[in-house]
């Protein structure tokens, strides 16, 4: 080939998007394009090669808007949308009024899943299980949560979330990204986006699944819950599962040293140099670093997933299913050690939540998967002096229906998906502890008190973490884009 | 840059050189010999070319906006006049003329005053009207607004700020006064101030402030400062609520936008908030440099340039690392240190951070001793001294640590004893120790894993049970045909070879029993030598076709585990052949219900024999009633009793209900038979 031919073909190898974005600002800027390595088409912030960052990924802000009340995350989410009404929300009218219709003044016009919308009567159904206060504010709790019931005094409930969706994947995508269409980075990545990360041999956004025992083949969960969106892939979510892989492909293969490894990597990083230069594409210095990334997670991934060390007196505390690899209570004890990590996001999905039918049996499951070692968490992080610098939320991503979904027997009944309130608890740095925010009317169907939002709740996430959730902006597709889209407000009633 | 911003640096030189001027002139005068008036000559040029710098760079400033326009006017025309009577004064000064010398003393006077008003109002316009003499107004500081007094101390420092300055005792333009709450009452030229405007349907004060800038009865006049918008929306409540002049913020309603401009009235207090205002900015480079060291730094916040510094449990640290931070040792107000290789003689290095707020020291060698460099940080309030060596005598240390809020002490080797004494002569500290046991005494131990190859065996099969915990004691039960029922301890592996229930579980000091964890094994004693299905199972629950049946492992209640053949909206028929003709008396159907999953129990079982493997003759046929309404998930078993018969070839026919019943969710849908095992006896 030429020289001719191959500056020619320089000049042709842009991707689409790239080669729009040029001709737009005329071929002068081709050509200036192609001389400067593209530094002026770069997006804001972002920039980083491991020669001028040498900690890992840096947030585009220089510091927090205002001071911080936390330094990290760790997000209980219990997928499926658990049942208010058996958990937190304490409805003596709903056993008193067993079997008789949903009044239509209560319903008003909700919509309706296609589960439900086909039945002819909608009949009220109280908790089968006890209810008790605790705590010195005299939180109600469900029997079936005894461990968070002697929390109570360090949460903080609120009964007055609501949605706007009604199906599982698009409530989630709304609580995790701010809409409930798919496309949109996730908590994690707009924190990764924003502050960056302080550790960096772990990524700031790591997520941990696990199945409920109440269902355990129960929806599945979209890798895009944990996705970067328009953002840099950078800061997409990276799964850790319970197996002997940890992160899948981060081992080397048999036979590679770890300095045949290095030379590799550094041999790659000069090519993907190369790359860059030619193409100045963002998405090569992002994979130039993700290589990097891997490579330290080699070492820092078996240390933190490995427990062995943790006392047996640490496993009491988050209960013996801790001991067993991909169990919610294993998870949440891997939490805690990534929270020691300075990761600042820490996801955790709890699925099978989803109880259409068999509630009664199926939910006293779940809480049994999830009570004690959501209780422990708090407890452990209390007595290291990390609670009062770490958030806690538990709660899924709606509530569900006073009124059974299909027959109601004497002792058993299902419950429909419900967006208009439900219940989920906070603790933690800057929260206020042991109060219960927002009421609910007596059927557990309206808020009558102090309506929380989902863009609320992601606002005073992100004011907890020292950003105005109306600055935090990235410009993508013409339009600045934020996670609270155009709404919210911070819930400052519950903040200290 | 702007020309204009350079008129700051000039104005302040013809002010200077012709004051000396002047003087030189009155010294030169005096003085006998010998006459020089070169010197004052130059000193004038100097002066008078100053003079037109400050002209032009001021006239730039002056255009950029922001000033009170009517000031502005008088600042610049008596600039203008003083300065061409300066360049006037240095030809007089240069002239010979008996006229000019005449003139020139006068005019140096008349100079001089000019000089003397525009420094006057360039002075006010920079600092303000009645910069010199009036009495300054004292803005209230708002600790907690919610218990702020709406017109003291938000209302009336905002009409002082933006209006006060022209509605005062001294000028009182429009006959209106703004400097109390009679003033307001009264009114002005106009009339009442506060009462509403029945052609505007308000207040002539909102009114005024509402008007376009342009318009001339605008409130405050076009070029004057303008009220923001917050401050509006903020006198707009208080007018709202019948301008009440005794309400605090919390008797009245606010909410939303109105409520974080409430909020942003507050003063912060905090330790944080009265450092910021006193330290240095932390240039970007510094940070960087940090984290070239492998420490992180972070601000706190934009308005505070304030550090939180990590370690990152380093174990590496040395004295270089903190010398790095002692540059801009005032900033830092946070510190982690813990998991890192600090101890007593490394902590040393700490004693200049004394601005330190909160310091983390967890999981670090340090001993009493250490606390000795730290027990003057006056500002420090929160204190993480989790799994170090520091005692009760270190608590001593702590004492002057005034504003000490938290303490963290879990595992040190304090005692309740000395922890208790301390928080009685320090009430205000939160000491965190150990959560009580009493929270997880109710922990239960997890059951005892049973491993065996599998649930079905032909002669024996051996067992061995599990636990995660060392010293935990694991009981077993066998109930098989001998109905031994006496819990046994497990010592290592054991075998049975009849069909048994094993019942299993595990104690251990400290902890509740575990639940039992049970299973059935089953004896198979007929060996089969195929199965070939009648019936063609749901693509997706196919399993390994008739094999699936035979392969002596179950199925879960995880439906999808590959262990079950599935039967959509049919019955199912199979053929096992033998690989010798054998008695059979029983035959175990297991079997799976998920009605949510649509999948049922069986309804009926019908078992034809072969003896010769061709022709067959009917053994048994059973109807079940149907699933009475229930959801629940369950793994099933089902006996066949049949006549002992020796047999080659076995058909089997599982009858399904179908469709769903009338009470399912989806009635007459069509429904599952899920099967796993069969085994024979």
Known sequence: ?496 | MQLGNLHPLFVHLPIGILLMAFLMELYYRKKPEPKDNGIVLFTLGIGAISSLLSIITGWFLGDNGGYDEQLLDQHRWIAVAFSVGSIALFFLKKSSANQAQKFYLPSFVVVLVLLTLTGHYGGSLTHGEDFLFATKYEEPVIENVEKAAVFSEIVQPILQRKCVSCHNAGKAKGGLLLESEGNLMAGGDSGSLLDSLEQEGMSLLMHRLHLPVENEEHMPPKGKVQLTSEEVMLLEWWMENKHCFDCLVEDLHHEGKLTSALEALEKDTSSEALLADEVDEVPEDFITLLSQNDISAQLVSEEMPLLSVNFLKRKNLSEADFELLVSYKENVVGLNLGHTNLDDELIKQLKPFKNLIKLQLQHTQITNAGLNEIKRFKLLESLNLYSTEVDDAGLDQLSKLSKLKKLFVWQTPMTSEGLAAFKEQHRQVEIQGQIADSVFAASTLGPPTIVAEHEIFMDSIQISLEQFFDGAKLHYVLEDSQNDTLPKEYTGPFYINETTTLRTFATLEGWEPSLESTRNFLKSRVEVDKVSLGTTPHPKYSGNGGETLIDYSRGTINFVDGRWLGFEGKHMTATVEFKEPTVVSRIAVGSLSVPTNWIFRPVGYTVWGSVDGQSYTRLKSIDLPLTAPSIDIERLVYDIEIPPTILKKIRLRVKSQLKNPDWHPSPGGKSFIFLDELVFN
Not at chain 1, 308 to 329: L, N, R
Request: glycine share 10%; charged share 25%.
């Open chain 1, 1 to 496: 080939m030429s020289e001719k031919k191959i500056l020619d073909n320089s000049a042709v190898n842009l991707n689409r998007r790239t080669f729009l974005g040029k001709s737009a600002l005329g071929i002068g800027g081709v050509a200036l394009g192609s001389l400067l390595g593209c530094n002026f088409y770069r997006k804001e912030g972002e920039l980083l090669t491991k020669a001028d960052n040498p900690m890992g990924i840096k947030g585009i802000l220089n510091s927090p808007h205002h001071a911080a009340k936390i330094k990290r995350v760790i997000y209980l989410f219990q997928s499926g949308g658990p049942s208010h009404l058996e958990l937190f929300d304490y409805k003596p009218l709903l056993n008193k009024r067993r079997g008789e219709d949903l009044p239509e003044s209560i319903r008003n016009g909700q919509r309706l899943t296609g589960m439900t919308s086909g039945q002819d009567k909608f009949p009220l159904v109280g908790s089968q299980f006890g209810f008790q206060q605790y705590g010195k504010n005299g939180t109600w709790v469900s029997d079936l949560l005894p461990f968070t019931a002697k929390m109570a005094d360090d949460i903080c409930v609120v009964k007055s979330m609501y949605t706007e969706a009604i199906n599982h994947d698009p409530a989630v995508t709304f609580f995790q990204t701010g809409s409930q269409q798919p496309g949109r980075p996730s908590i994690g990545s707009w924190l990764s986006y924003g502050l960056g990360s302080e550790n960096k041999n772990l990524p700031a956004f790591t997520v941990l699944l696990s199945r409920g025992s109440g269902r355990p083949a129960g929806q599945p969960l979209y890798t895009r819950l944990w996705g970067n969106g328009f953002l840099h892939s950078l800061h997409q979510g990276v799964q850790f599962r319970a197996a002997k892989d940890p992160v899948l492909y981060l081992n080397d293969p048999k036979g590679i040293s770890k300095a045949t490894k290095r030379t590799i990597l550094d041999n790659l990083a000069e090519l993907n140099e190369k790359q860059y230069k030619e193409f100045g594409d963002d998405e090569i210095q992002s994979r130039i670093a993700q290589y990097e990334m891997a490579y330290r997670m080699q070492t820092s991934v078996p240390e933190v997933m490995n427990t062995d060390k943790e006392p047996d007196y640490i496993y009491k505390m988050y209960g013996s299913d801790a001991k067993i690899p991909g169990t919610y209570a294993a998870n949440c004890l891997l939490a805690r050690r990534l929270a020691e990590q300075d990761v600042r996001f820490i996801q955790l999905y709890h699925m099978g939540w989803d109880q259409h039918d068999n509630l009664p049996d199926a939910i006293a499951k779940q809480a049994k998967d999830v009570d004690q070692a959501s209780a422990a968490l708090i407890a452990d992080l209390k007595q290291r002096g990390m609670l009062d610098e770490t958030l806690v939320i538990w709660g899924g991503e709606f509530g569900r229906t006073n009124y059974s979904q299909g027959i109601l027997t004497d002792t058993n009944y299902g419950r429909d998906h419900h967006p208009r309130c439900f219940s989920i608890w906070l603790a933690g740095g800057g929260i206020k502890p042991g109060i219960v925010y927002g009421e609910t009317d007596e059927f557990g169907y309206n808020i009558v008190e102090n309506p929380v939002h989902v863009h609320d709740f992601q606002a005073t996430l992100l004011h907890l973490l020292g950003i105005d959730h109306e600055r935090l902006t990235y410009k993508y597709q013409g339009r600045r884009f934020r996670l609270t889209d155009v709404e919210g407000h911070v819930v400052k009633d519950i903040l200290a």
